[in-house]
């Protein structure tokens, strides 16, 4: 069964970089079926999407995020990262990581199957 | 971007009983929905997909059901480890993937 554990650090300092990587085991991040997702959740907050990539480096992000945000593939460690610059006391949130599955009965449409626990990350100044 | 709306934001159930769980989409998203089950400390965990399959080793008592704008989660029966807070994910329009704002399934 495939698992993905978020790591990094759960303390950064205003305007500083964010920065978390996901181990994935049981299966490889290479598969052509699957993307490769980053979701957050601020305290009492909902589920924000951030942004996807597929092993070949092919990524889509969240437009209100995308003039800070860089995703990244490492296919020989079956890792990716996720790098958010300019951190603000907003983006202090619960981050997941998450595979994400195409339909078989129709391309073009990933939904998350398999999620990490979470990493929680504090922006403090 | 697609707005879901998830009610009520909390559901007061006894064990036993059937729970009806509902998410509506700001405009159609087909069925290219989803349902989550969320615990403290524990990844969150697929229910259903594209609306009504159960997802891998979910019991049958989770039903989905709905297409386009209104869909529902339907847990029969309930037993003390289904007490969670649900949330909903469509996958229709994208970027960028929205999930519902969740509802607490409590013990009455």
């Known amino acids: 069964q495939v698992q993905l554990q978020e790591s990094g650090p759960g303390l950064v300092k205003s305007s500083e970089t964010l920065s978390l990587t996901c181990t994935v085991s049981g299966g490889s991040i290479s598969s052509s079926y699957y993307y490769w997702g980053w979701i957050r959740q601020p305290p009492g907050k909902g589920l924000e999407w951030i942004g996807s990539?597929?092993?070949?480096?092919?990524?889509y992000y969240n437009a209100s995020l995308r003039s800070r945000l860089s995703i990244s593939v490492d296919t020989s460690k079956n890792q990716f990262s996720l790098k958010l610059s300019s951190a603000t006391a907003a983006d202090t949130a619960l981050y997941y990581c998450?595979?994400?599955?195409?339909?078989?009965?129709?391309?073009?449409?990933?939904?998350?199957?398999?999620w990490g626990r979470g990493r929680l990350v504090t922006v403090s100044s | 971007e697609i707005v879901l709306t998830q009610s009520p934001a909390t559901l007061s159930v006894s064990p036993g009983e059937r729970a009806t769980l509902s998410c509506r989409a700001s405009q159609s998203v087909n069925s290219n929905l989803a349902w989550y089950q969320q615990k403290p400390g524990q990844a969150p965990r697929l229910l259903i997909y594209d609306a009504s399959t159960r997802a891998t080793d979910i019991p049958a008592r989770f039903r989905g059901s709905g297409s386009g704008t209104e869909f529902t989660l339907t847990i029969s029966s309930l037993q003390s480890e289904d007490f969670a807070v649900y949330f909903c994910?469509?996958?229709?329009?994208?970027?960028?993937?929205?999930f519902g704002q969740g509802t607490k399934l409590e013990i009455k």
């Open positions: 990539i597929y092993y070949s480096g092919g990524a």
């Open positions: 998450a595979r994400q599955k195409q339909r078989t009965t129709a391309a073009g449409f990933y939904y998350f199957d398999y």
């Open positions: 994910h469509q996958y229709n329009n994208w970027p960028p993937y929205t």
